[in-house]
């Protein structure tokens, strides 16, 4: 089992571009044999909450097509940070889209919601959906759903083995957040894996620093800082890391 959070950069609204860095980040992950490869909150258009609605996304939509061929290619599952509306809803849910091997795509919705993003998003629904994936579970959060307690427990009672979560982390929220994720390891016994922001966005200095923790709590692997990398952890009866840079687009 190797997994990966994706740690890249993100260009306000343009999703041909945010499109072109993620197959980029795709055929580096392809490279180094992973079965599943995170991005970060919002990845192909940015946390640019005014933008949202303009940007919205569905699994079928037709610029999409790249990453499902990727998927189907590769036989990776990934999963990638979007805007997503419903049919009559009033406004964008913060969301992910997954796309699996298969060909199929699947959809999870941010729960909670942090100060001031209601006024250009809705929460998504609660509850927690386990996935199967090469003998283990996981478990989707997006950023704020991290901070509340309530959100990991409701994903070990699933029964996840892993927590993936992508998110936008700044400096200033960094060390606690990461000590949040930390005791989710401790105390579910889960693996968590955390994509942030490998550059500024939405007007925030994001800090990287995208990481795995063991269960237990102990750190697999950690990116230094902000920049363009994969984080990396495998597992072959222990759980091993590393991080890789990612070449910059020219």
């Known amino acids: 089992m190797r997994i990966a959070a994706a740690q890249t950069p993100s260009v306000a ?30 990845s192909l258009c940015g ?4 933008l949202l609605r303009e940007c919205a996304l569905s699994p079928h939509d037709a610029r999409l097509a790249p990453l499902r061929a990727a998927a189907v290619n590769t036989g990776m599952t990934i999963i990638v940070g979007a805007p997503l509306i419903d049919d009559g809803a009033a406004q964008p849910c913060i969301a992910s ?23 250009h998003v809705q929460p998504g629904p609660r509850g927690a959906q386990a996935h199967a994936l090469h003998g283990q579970r996981y478990v989707e959060a997006i950023c704020a759903d991290t901070t509340h307690p309530e959100h990991a427990r409701a994903a070990a009672n699933a029964g996840a083995t892993l927590y993936v979560a992508g998110v936008l982390i700044s400096n200033g929220g960094y060390e606690a957040d990461a000590a949040l994720l930390r005791r989710y390891a401790e105390e579910h016994r889960m693996t968590i894996l955390m994509a942030n922001h490998g550059a500024p966005s939405g007007g925030y200095t994001c800090a990287g620093k995208s990481a795995i923790w063991a269960p237990g709590g102990t750190l697999i692997a950690q990116a230094e800082g902000p920049g363009d990398y994969l984080v990396i952890a495998e597992e072959n009866n222990d759980w091993h890391g590393r991080t890789v840079p990612v070449k910059t687009a020219t």
């Open 97 to 119: 889209i997954t796309f699996r091997p298969d060909s199929s795509a699947t959809t999870y919705r941010k729960q909670y919601l942090h100060a001031g993003e209601d006024a």
């Open 47 to 50: 946390y640019e909450l005014p």
């Open 13 to 42: 609204g343009d999703i041909a571009t945010n499109l072109a860095t993620h197959l980029r980040f795709i055929a580096a992950a392809h490279a180094e044999g992973l079965q599943l490869l995170v991005f970060p909150e919002l």
